[in-house]
C-alpha cells in the first residue's frame, strides 16, 4: 500500500533558525512529489512538485529536494509568515487515468518572532 | 480572480438530511477531484473526474456520489448524512495525471 510519512508531526522555530522537513514514502513506482502549505481555514497551496531523485526545487525562503525514498523541505532563516502546516504528497506509478494525490499527515510549522 | 471555487462555505445540517457542494474551476483543467479532510487533518481521495467519466472511486459510500455537468464543475451530492461525514470536503483541479492539483478552500460540512 502507497504510505507517505512526514516528520516530525510539529515544529517550533525562532526567527532566522533555519531547519528542514521530512517526507519518506513508500509507493509502487513514483509519478511525482509534490509540496503544499495549508494555513488554517484554506485549501492546500501548491509549492513544488519533483519527478526524479537528485531533482531540487526552490522558491524565496524553500527549497525541496529528493531521493528514491524521501524528499526534504529546507526553510532558510524563516519568518513568521511561513507558519503554516506543510503537507508532502505522492502520486504513485498506475496503469494510467486521473489520479489522486496520497498526503501525508503534515508538519505544522510555527516561527516565533 | 478564484481559480477553484466550493459553495458553500459552512453547510450545518441534521442526520439524515441530503445536501450537495458545489465546485467550479476557472483554470480550463480537464480533471477534478474531490478529497475529505477528517479531523485530523488528513486528507483523503474521494473522487475524480476526467472528461466527465469518473475514474477513481476510493471506497467511498454509495451515500456520496459527484456529478458534473461540464469540465468546469464537479459537484458533490451526499445523501442520508451521517456523524461521521463531518468533515471538510476540498475540490481541487488539474491539468491532465501527474500535473499540481489547485485546490479550493473547503467546505466545512458538520452534521448534528
Known amino acids: 500500500e502507497d504510505q507517505v510519512t512526514q516528520s516530525p508531526e510539529a515544529l517550533r522555530l525562532q526567527e532566522g533558525e533555519s531547519s528542514s522537513l521530512n517526507c519518506s514514502y513508500t509507493v509502487s513506482g513514483l509519478r511525482g512529489l509534490f509540496w503544499y502549505r495549508q494555513d488554517p481555514g484554506k485549501g492546500p497551496e501548491f509549492l513544488f512538485t519533483?519527478?526524479?531523485a537528485g531533482e531540487e526545487k526552490e522558491k524565496e525562503r524553500l527549497k525541496a529536494t529528493l531521493t528514491k525514498k524521501e524528499s526534504f523541505l529546507h526553510i532558510t532563516a524563516p519568518k513568521p509568515e511561513d507558519s503554516a502546516t506543510y503537507l508532502c504528497?505522492?502520486?504513485?506509478?498506475?496503469?494510467?487515468?486521473?489520479?489522486?494525490?496520497?498526503f501525508g499527515k503534515g508538519t505544522h510549522l510555527i516561527i516565533q518572532p | 480572480d478564484t481559480a477553484v471555487s466550493q459553495t458553500p462555505k459552512y453547510l450545518v445540517t441534521q442526520m439524515g438530511n441530503d445536501k450537495s457542494i458545489k465546485c467550479e474551476q476557472n483554470l480550463g483543467h480537464d480533471t477534478m477531484y474531490w478529497y475529505k479532510q477528517d479531523s485530523k487533518k488528513f486528507l483523503k481521495i474521494m473522487f475524480s473526474?476526467?472528461?466527465?467519466?469518473?475514474?477513481i472511486n476510493e471506497t467511498v459510500p454509495n451515500r456520496f456520489s459527484p456529478k458534473s455537468p461540464d469540465k468546469a464543475h464537479l459537484n458533490l451530492h451526499i445523501n442520508s448524512l451521517e456523524l461521521g461525514d463531518s468533515a471538510v470536503y476540498f475540490c481541487?483541479?488539474?491539468?491532465?495525471?501527474?500535473?499540481?492539483?489547485?485546490f479550493g478552500d473547503g467546505t466545512r460540512l458538520s452534521i448534528l
Open positions: 481541487a483541479s488539474s491539468q491532465g495525471t501527474n500535473q499540481p492539483q489547485h
Open positions: 519533483l519527478y526524479s
Open positions: 504528497a505522492v502520486v504513485p506509478r498506475t496503469g494510467g487515468g486521473a489520479d489522486g494525490l496520497t
Open positions: 473526474y476526467n472528461n466527465k467519466e469518473l475514474i
